[in-house]
């Protein structure tokens, strides 16, 4: 298993602090961000303190983040990381959350794949709940089923009869987005949504992602997916 270099700088108007990790790619479980002086999580840290802003960085590749209750697994706040260096805190408010003492902070990176392919990550949120979906190591402009980066489930199966209302997704840096489908079970397209590239310097636009699609109002179907044509160039 490969690994990189992770960090989040998170806080508010009054006060921030830098949790760090080198974090295994392609997974959630074991990387768990911690204070860069303390080594302490997040909860322990700064229990009850506010966050309007999470400023997530990565080596190479594409990153998630997620801050959750480690013990109810409940998740408070998420989003996607850039590469290091182009950061933008006006981009990287988030809605205020009030950090648990249970709290923690976990991200799911994943490296530039190899010649020819891509990595993609996928915020999917729906009436159900919001689940991070994974295309890995995708052929060139060839349209790819993404799958849950938990329990590697379809769209249609683990978000059947819920209506889906936003997708945010991040291919990995340098790579463009094609588009984003979503397929019914006959293999039917119900809708089309065209990407783009990440910015990729610091005053760019959109350094966190390649689409970001919300209002949506899809009934999801039984057997249904949502699959990514992307291209590493």
């Given at each position: 298993?490969?690994t990189?270099?992770?960090?989040i700088?998170?806080?508010n ?9 080198t ?7 074991g ?7 303390s ?17 997530a ?9 997620r801050?959750q ?12 990381g850039?590469?290091?260096g ?12 009030t950090?648990?003492?249970n ?6 990176p ?40 938990v329990?590697?489930?379809?769209l249609?199966d683990?978000?059947f ?5 936003r997708i ?6 340098g ?14 397209v119900?809708?089309?949504l ?14 966190q992602y ?11 179907g039984?057997?249904?997916?949502i699959r ?6």
């Amino acid at each position: 298993m490969t690994t990189q270099a992770v960090s989040i700088t998170a806080g508010n108007g009054m006060m921030s602090k830098i949790f760090t990790l080198t974090a295994e790619n392609g997974k959630w479980d074991g990387n768990v961000l911690t204070d860069s002086i303390s080594s302490q999580s997040i909860g322990i840290l700064i229990p009850n303190a506010r966050l309007d802003y999470a400023q997530a960085q990565y080596e190479a590749g594409c990153m998630a983040w997620r801050l959750q209750n480690a013990q109810t697994l409940a998740v408070k706040s998420y989003g996607l990381g850039v590469l290091n260096g182009l950061e933008c805190i006006e981009s990287d408010q988030i809605q205020p959350v009030t950090v648990g003492q249970n709290d923690i902070l976990t991200v799911f990176p994943q490296p530039v794949a190899g010649a020819g392919t891509t990595n993609t990550l996928a915020w999917i949120q729906t009436s159900k709940s919001t689940e991070l979906f994974t295309a890995t190591g995708a052929t060139d402009l060839t349209a790819t089923n993404m799958v849950s980066a938990v329990n590697s489930q379809s769209l249609g199966d683990l978000f059947f009869g819920s209506t889906l209302q936003r997708i945010w997704i991040s291919v990995q840096d340098g790579a463009s987005l094609d588009k984003v489908e979503i397929v019914d079970e006959m293999g039917g397209v119900v809708m089309t949504l065209q990407g783009g590239k990440r910015g990729a310097t610091g005053g760019s636009r959109s350094n966190q992602y390649n689409l970001y699609a919300i209002n949506l109002g899809v009934r999801i179907g039984k057997g249904w997916n949502i699959r990514t044509t992307a291209s590493s160039v």
